[in-house]
DNA sequence: ATTATAAAACTAACGGTATTAGTTTTGTGT
DNA sequence: ACACAAAACTAATACCGTTAGTTTTATAAT
């Protein structure tokens, strides 16, 4: 019984691994007490239970993403702001398949932190589109729709959905873009009424 | 040992009950015997095993699913089939969250019929939008955002992603709007070089 | 009607999972 | 040196999927 030194960010960390190696549905208790050399009530020391663990990624998750979000638009501003926002989105969901994924459904609230710091994400994404001059009501709308494009993309992508023979890179390209034309649309619509 | 009369649509019809009602991972051998009055293994004369059933349900899932795209678009073209399609598309949704989501990630394949069942309905949206004439890279491009777009709103509205408080009906419309928008957006650029 | 057969149900058992309770070990501060 | 709390452990329970082997039942052939 050599102590191992486990701690909450120590399991944390390994169950990530097990989750974007291995794919999500293999992060078990078991699995991870074996990784860590630990019989599997040990974990209990740190952690609740598993749909506990599985909360604490998916937080852990969300401050990961915000940070790259924030990272990738530092300088920035409107188009080239939201185009490196989106380009940072789908590479985090590349680099980490299996904690994003648990990220967009974390099976119980963590005294309002998962709330937190998802709210943060949808601030910095309001900070990129305030740019855009857009009323409220359409603010919102674009929100959602840029929401539903990256996270059906990378859903879509990670599910194997995508098996024409055409770049899946260079269709993001175009989506983008296309993305981002629709905005600057929308507020030419305004000025003609 | 009262001989229930159990096959193999009894029990997909069943677990989808379950799925939509209760959420896909309550979806258990167990359960799905219980409701079915009968001892779990009895399941086995009829299906491989879990894995199996839920690639089944798939199946059933992307076939039901296609009807209601085809029927959405009967007597229909270009922008108002293309809406039409996308409204279908969020009803079913709404109608068979569990099914869908499985939908979305069958465990294996059967026979190559799920593969057939999805290229079913690429194959609609490729009919819906040839009426646009898009080359075609920027037909791939376009079917691509049209599924990222519907799988990514349907799949934010049903882990509670949308919070905000304006209608996501809305937002919808919105969206489908400007989606539609953009693809004569695109005609009109090439036609400018 | 009787019976043979195959399908459909069953019971029993195994290995895997999460989780709880209770025990032992170990590190640390007094 | 020792007390104590934390961190590991063992043992046990309850569920899950699955397999093997058994019994029942419907049906088709005689």
């Known amino acids: 019984m050599v102590r191992v030194g486990l701690d909450l960010n120590k399991i944390i960390q ?12 293999a ?13 599997s009530p040990s974990l209990f020391n ?8 599985k909360s604490e990624m998916s937080l852990y998750g969300l401050r ?7 990272i990738s638009i530092e300088g920035k501003e409107q188009d080239e702001a939201l ?13 980490h398949p299996g904690l994003y994924e648990i ?29 855009y001059n857009l009323d409220h009501n359409n603010m919102i709308h674009t929100i959602r729709g840029l929401r539903s494009l990256l996270h059906g993309f990378s859903s879509l992508e990670q599910s194997g959905a995508f098996a ?29 009424k």
């Open 14 to 25: 390994t169950a990530v691994e097990i989750a974007d190696n291995e794919g999500l549905e």
């Open 27 to 39: 992060v078990t208790l078991a699995s991870l007490a074996r990784k860590l050399s630990v019989k």
């Open 46 to 53: 740190h952690i609740k239970g598993l749909a506990s663990l």
């Open 64 to 70: 990961l993403l915000l940070e790259k979000l924030k």
């Open 83 to 95: 185009s490196a926002m989106a380009y940072a989105y789908v590479e985090f969901t590349r680099e």
């Open 103 to 131: 990220t967009i459904q974390a099976p119980e609230e963590i005294d309002g932190e998962l709330k937190k710091a998802s709210d943060e994400i949808v601030e910095l994404i309001i900070h990129v589109l305030k740019d």
């Open 164 to 192: 024409m023979s055409i770049s899946v890179e260079e269709s993001f390209e175009f989506l983008i873009k296309n993305f981002i034309k629709s905005i600057h649309q929308i507020n030419k619509e305004s000025n003609i």
